[in-house]
């Protein structure tokens, strides 16, 4: 039986391993041990140290300055729509103030360490992994001084100007992250789509009216409000909202609520094409099962039966469009969809 080396020890001269299975270390390399040391010239003179004390500030500085420069050049420099040359400038300004705030802290920190923290040559023993109170207490003596060291709490000026420049660091992020969010209360932009009483539904793209006539058993329209394609702006944002899938089924086949009586018209039924999981267009369908099909997470939604969750991940039906035709037989909506369209996190709001 072999004898198995002391636990902890720090050396294997007294291990013995099982004949046969000892493999023979010729010509081991050799521990070469440590340079000796040669110290810098801010640890041997204090004047230096200052010097160097004060290029770190500098950067640091310079860090504040770059991040002011771009939150102000963001705001003087405004992007105008349409033109290209106001994107240019504020980009590029917006980039340099950015680049200056970040480079300032990094050369701030590298310089730092280079110069002013330890410049000991350390070794650190292995010892277990576990951690213990001694390990513990060890870990937090190496912050003390690790500290210490760095001069962290006794530098003052190196430490606050740090401070300030990685305060000042997120000011761009936080003005640009503003401009992300939508003017008006995202809730309500979602609850009202360009549906109103009286809209023809038309043909996407062209835009052309469909005739309840024109929509056969088992066909499937991709459909836009009447008007749409007038709009001068902000069009596509009403498209992602008002886009509707029509399509028509045997009357026997449909399942409808007492609440949606009168909401489809002689088989013909109106659904958002959003999908109510995180807003996919649900294109696919498969007349002959009556299923809509989301091709991003396969949401699986039965026309016959308004449009209820059959499979996948979506968590509600998608809404269902009221529509009736009008005087020249054209198909109309009655008014805006009931509920709002997209993703689930907007019914929330209901
Ligand atoms: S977006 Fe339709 S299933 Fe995920």
Redesign the pocket.
């Known amino acids: 039986m072999a004898k198995e080396p002391a636990e902890h020890s720090d050396s294997y001269d007294d291990y013995q391993p099982d004949p046969g299975s000892a493999v023979e270390r010729s010509n081991a390399p050799q521990n070469p041990g440590l340079p000796e040391e040669e110290h810098r010239i801010t640890d041997k003179d204090p004047k230096a140290a200052r010097t160097a004390e004060r290029r770190i500030a500098m950067f640091f500085g310079l860090s504040v300055v770059g991040s002011i420069f771009a939150t102000v050049a963001y705001v003087v420099f405004p992007i105008i729509p349409g033109d290209m040359t106001s994107v240019r400038l504020n980009n590029g300004l917006m980039g340099l103030g950015i680049t200056l705030g970040l480079l300032g802290i990094g050369f701030g920190a590298v310089y730092w360490a280079k110069n002013l923290m330890s410049d000991e040559e350390m070794v650190e023993e292995r010892h277990p992994t576990r951690g213990d109170d001694e390990t513990r207490e060890k870990a937090s003596q190496i912050f003390t001084d690790a500290n210490k060291e760095s001069g962290f709490t006794r530098r003052s000026l190196v430490r606050n100007s740090l401070i300030g420049a990685l305060l000042a660091t997120p000011i761009p992020a936080v003005v640009l992250f503003r401009d992300l969010a939508p003017p008006e209360n995202p809730s309500k932009l979602m609850k009202q789509t360009m549906w109103d009483q009286g809209v023809r539904l038309a043909r996407d793209p062209s835009g052309e009216p469909i005739r309840a006539a024109d929509v056969t058993i088992g066909s499937a329209f991709h459909v836009i409000p009447e008007g749409l394609k007038e709009i001068k702006s902000g069009k596509l944002e009403e498209k992602a909202k008002a886009a509707v899938l029509l399509m028509r089924l045997p009357i026997e086949d449909l399942n409808e609520s007492e609440a949606r009586k009168g909401w489809s018209y002689q088989g013909i039924v109106a659904y958002s094409k959003i999908?109510?999981?995180?807003?996919?267009p649900?294109a696919l369908y498969e007349q002959h099962t009556h299923h809509l099909l989301?091709?991003?997470?396969?949401?699986q939604f039965d026309v016959s039966n308004e449009c209820e969750v059959i499979f996948?991940?979506?968590a509600r039906p998608l809404p269902q469009l009221p529509i009736t035709v009008d005087a020249e037989g054209y198909l109309v909506a009655q008014g805006d969809f009931t509920e709002p369209v997209g993703?689930s996190f907007w019914e929330r709001e209901l």
Do not use: D, E, L
């Open positions: 999908c109510t999981h995180v807003g996919c649900v989301c091709p991003c997470h396969q949401s996948g991940p979506a993703p």
